[in-house]
């Protein structure tokens, strides 16, 4: 199979708003369709701690490990791949876009804030409080919003979501 055939989709959202669930409940759909995938949170790609590295230079990063990591999946015959990221801006788009060999779908989950508020306050962890604080400033100033191939709400049972999702995109 050649790297034209492969695709892919990013769900992308604010902070809480359900990716990583959402691409864990679509590789399930997957893998009960006997398709090949690869389910990546963007998130591990970049998480490191460097003093001094501006965002741009991070960016960079996580692009090079995802393409390295893609090619050693499409290596293997995978050819879906489904990532999720909170995209900021146009800017994140376009650098995943650039660093793929394939054509990929955006799908914005939407939630209410309200609901956000709620899956992340009550997490455990400083760095869910600390996204929550950054979802906050992402949501007063319009980033992570309104850019992409479409929109889906994530307030609804999570197999609906993916579901509906997988049919957009025609793998299922």
Same mark, same amino acid.
């Not at 990583?20 to 009960?32: K, M, Q, Y």
């Not at 609901?115 to 996204?131: K, M």
């Not at 993916?162 to 049919?167: F, G, V, W």
């Given at each position: &199979? %050649?790297? /034209?055939?492969?695709?892919?989709?990013? =769900?992308?959202?604010?902070?809480?708003?359900?990716? /990583?669930? @959402?691409?864990?409940? !679509?590789?399930?759909?997957?893998?009960? $369709?006997?398709?090949?995938?690869?389910? =990546?949170?963007?998130?591990?790609?970049?998480?490191?701690? @460097?003093? *001094?590295?501006?965002?741009?230079?991070? #960016?960079?990063?996580?692009?090079?490990? #995802?393409? %390295? =990591?893609?090619?050693?999946? &499409?290596? @293997? *015959?995978?050819?879906?791949?489904? &990532?999720?990221?909170?995209?900021?801006?146009?800017?994140?788009?376009?650098?995943?876009?650039?660093?793929?060999?394939?054509? =990929?779908?955006?799908?914005?989950?939407?939630?209410?804030?309200?609901?956000?508020?709620?899956?992340?306050? /009550?997490?455990?962890? $400083?760095?869910?409080?600390?996204?929550?604080?950054? $979802?906050?400033?992402?949501? %007063?100033?319009? #980033?992570?919003?309104?850019?992409?191939?479409?929109?889906? $709400?994530?307030?609804?049972? !999570?197999?609906? @979501?993916?579901?509906?999702?997988?049919?957009? !995109?025609?793998?299922?």
């Amino acid at each position: &199979m %050649s790297k /034209s055939t492969a695709g892919g989709v990013i =769900i992308s959202g604010l902070y809480g708003s359900g990716k /990583s669930t @959402v691409v864990e409940e !679509i590789a399930f759909l997957l893998e009960d $369709a006997a398709t090949t995938y690869a389910a =990546i949170d963007l998130d591990w790609l970049w998480w490191f701690g @460097v003093p *001094g590295v501006e965002r741009r230079e991070a #960016l960079g990063l996580l692009t090079a490990n #995802l393409a %390295s =990591i893609v090619d050693r999946y &499409m290596e @293997v *015959g995978v050819r879906h791949f489904v &990532m999720a990221w909170s995209l900021r801006d146009a800017d994140d788009e376009a650098a995943i876009r650039t660093a793929l060999s394939f054509p =990929i779908k955006v799908v914005e989950l939407t939630v209410p804030f309200s609901l956000i508020e709620d899956r992340l306050g /009550s997490a455990v962890t $400083a760095g869910r409080s600390e996204d929550l604080e950054e $979802a906050r400033r992402w949501f %007063s100033h319009g #980033l992570g919003t309104g850019f992409g191939d479409t929109q889906v $709400a994530n307030d609804r049972p !999570i197999r609906e @979501v993916a579901l509906e999702i997988c049919t957009w !995109i025609g793998w299922l």
